[in-house]
Structure formats: C-alpha cells, structure tokens
C-alpha cells in the first residue's frame, strides 16, 4: 500500500509537494467524521449542507497545516545545508524527504523541533481568529472551523512531542542522547526503543478500548502499530549507515557479473539466462559497450506474444545516470539508489569498464557479516 506511487501538486518554497493515494483514505475520515459527526454534535440545528461544507473546508485547512508543520522541517534542514527532496501527504500524516541525516545533535534539535513549533504557532493564530470572530458576533458558520484547527494543531504539536523515534520528541531525545554520549547509532537505539514502546503501549489501549466497544480506537491502534514499524524501520537503516561507513562499493559488490547481450530476442533471454540462471537482472552489452540492465520485471512488463520479436536493447532500463555508480564511490552514499522504487541493481564500473553489480542484497549481506 505505502510503495503506491505518489502523485507531483507543485512546489512550495522551491520544495516539491507530492500526494500518495493512501492520503485520500485519511482525507475523506476526516472529512466524513467533521461533517456528520463533530459539526453536527457541537452545533445542533445546522444544516447538513453547511456541516458538510464546513468539514471539507475544515479537513483542506487541517491537512495545509500539516504541510506547514513538515515544511518547517524541511526549511530548517536547508539553512544547514540539507537537501531536501520532497514532501509527502500520506496516510498517516506528513513525511519530510531529506537526502542526509544532520551532521550533529545541534541541528537534529532544530529540525526536529520546528514542526511542533509551527503547530503551536498555528495552534495560536487559529484561536485568536476563532476567539476575535465569536466575540464580533460573526455567525458560528465562520468561527467553528477556527475553533477546531486551534485545537487539532495543539493537539498535533503535542502529540508529536512524545519522546519516541521518530516522532519528533524522539528526534529530540536522539539529539540529547547524542549530544551527552557522542554516539549517534546508540542515540538512535534508545530513540527507537522509546518509539516502540510509546507505538505498541498504543496499539494495547486500542485494543482495550475496542473490546470495551469504542470502534474509534482501531485508528488509534493503527497509528501506533505505525510508529512502531517505522521506530524499528529507522534504527535499521541508521545501522546500516553506520556499517557502510568509510567501505567502498567494489568491497561489498558482485564481481565479473554475466552480461545479457542486447541483440538476442526476449524468448532467448528467458531461456538462456533466466530459466535455471543464478540472476533476476542482466546487464546488457550492445556493440562492445554496456547500455541499460534488464530484470524479470522489466519482461514481463511487455506482452508475451511480443518476445519473439522484441530485443533485448528494446526492454532493457538504458537510464544509464540512474543505473552506473564508480566503483570507488562511499557504499552508504548510494543506498537511496537500491531504494524499492529504483531499478534494483547498480551497474559498477571501473577503469572506463563494468567491474560488478550491486545489489540490495550485496548490502544485506556485508551488513550480516559486520554483526557476526
């Protein structure tokens, strides 16, 4: 669900602003519950096309103060020379997408505490607003949203204080821990365990509480079996970092790989190297040069009544930019490129030649080896 690819709104601040699908499940809860549960409840009397209207309208503030709590991050991560490559609405919230961690404790602090800041900022204005127009006599139609957003952004800014990886609070306590030990990957450690106990310490009061018949609870669970995935989720990664550090990708990478040549027909190529071979990719080699990499996934990709006829060179991923990575370059520098969505593989040159392949595997394994 959470791999669906997201989809480009624009830019704010030069940052890009992207939605994933699994943002529109959130959206209309929150918008259905404001409308026919919260609007009604509170203001009696009105009517359901003014509730309505006044919960999507709600729902569209709400998640623009999420953007302005993620991009409070994202612009403090610039001032220190981060970058940032986007920021994501998705189920469960917001996501800053940023190319490195921060260099110290100092500004992990910073970073991560301009988000609930931002809140608390919003937090204020929207209840002087709701405050200044009830006082006016304006009609309840105008304030109530007001008065919703003051208490749903306080809400988030303390929420997301709590002292758990990688809510914002944990980030925090990942920067104190950091700051008094010097170890980044033991701060991240402890941050963790603290995420997984605040997101499994949830999930056990949704459950009493949907035993106890509070349906409402199953979205509380559900975010705290969230925290927990990604609490464990982050540690991983930020030993993996931390065992990469200072190797180079032609110590980790597979050598001498078999190359696929581009002039064979798809049928050739399943037969010959896929059926029975060791690999799921192939470099391809077209006229004594290597052009592009070709997996299983990349066949499939094109009808089966088509392989007789379509060549290798024609399947094939030729995003050379994407796909060659030098042989003497920082392992841990190229992990985002063997991310889920990339190609899978990196085509490992050196000398002006292919020396090897690298894959997520290649990773995996040097990172067993390192804990043995």
């Known amino acids: 669900m959470f791999n669906l690819p997201s989809f480009r709104l624009g830019r704010l601040f030069g940052i890009p602003l992207e939605v994933n699908p699994t943002w529109v499940i959130i959206f209309v809860l929150v918008a259905t519950t404001l409308s026919f549960t919260y609007f009604p409840s509170e203001f009696p009397g009105r009517s359901p096309w003014v509730n309505t209207l006044s919960g999507i309208i709600t729902a569209v503030l709400f998640f623009a103060s999420i953007i302005a709590h993620e991009l409070s991050h994202s612009l403090v991560a610039r001032t220190g020379g981060i970058k940032v490559e986007k920021v994501t609405l998705f189920m469960f ?28 900022v919003l937090a204020a204005l929207f209840f002087i607003t709701y405050v200044g127009l009830s006082a006016a006599g304006v009609t309840d139609v105008v304030w109530a949203p007001f008065q919703y ?5 306080f809400w988030v800014a303390l929420f997301n204080m709590l002292p758990g990886f990688p809510l914002d609070g944990g980030r925090v306590l990942r920067a104190a821990l950091w700051a008094l030990g010097g170890d980044q990957l033991k701060a991240t450690l402890w941050a963790s365990r603290a995420g997984q106990f605040i997101g499994y310490a949830m999930v056990a009061l949704a459950v009493l509480g949907v035993l106890q018949g509070s349906l409402d609870f199953i979205w509380f669970g559900l975010i705290g079996w969230f925290i927990a995935m990604l609490a464990e989720a982050s540690y991983r990664q930020q030993l993996l970092k931390a065992t990469l550090e200072g190797v180079r990708v032609s110590s980790i990478m597979s050598p001498d790989p078999v190359v696929a040549p581009g002039s064979i027909t798809l049928d050739q190529l399943v037969e ?17 040069s290597i052009i592009g990499l070709i997996s299983l996934s990349d066949v499939k990709r094109i009808p089966r009544d088509e392989w007789a006829t379509t060549y290798v060179a024609e399947g094939a991923d030729r995003d050379l930019a994407r796909l060659l990575v030098d042989a003497e370059e920082a392992a841990d520098s190229v992990l985002p490129r063997l991310s889920p969505t990339g190609p899978g593989a990196l085509l490992v040159v050196g000398d002006g030649r292919l020396v ?17």
Request: glycine fraction near 14%; proline fraction near 6%; hydrophobic fraction near 45%.
């Open 272 to 288: 010959e190297y896929f059926i029975g071979g060791r690999h799921s990719r192939y470099p391809v080699e077209s006229a004594g």
């Open 149 to 153: 957003l003051a208490f749903i952004n």
């Open 356 to 372: 090897g392949v690298l894959t997520r595997a290649d990773v995996v394994s040097r990172v067993r080896r390192a804990s043995l």
């Open 93 to 120: 919230g917001g996501v800053a997408q940023m190319e490195e961690e921060p260099a110290g404790p100092g500004r992990e602090f910073f970073m991560a505490i301009a988000g609930p800041l931002a809140s608390l």
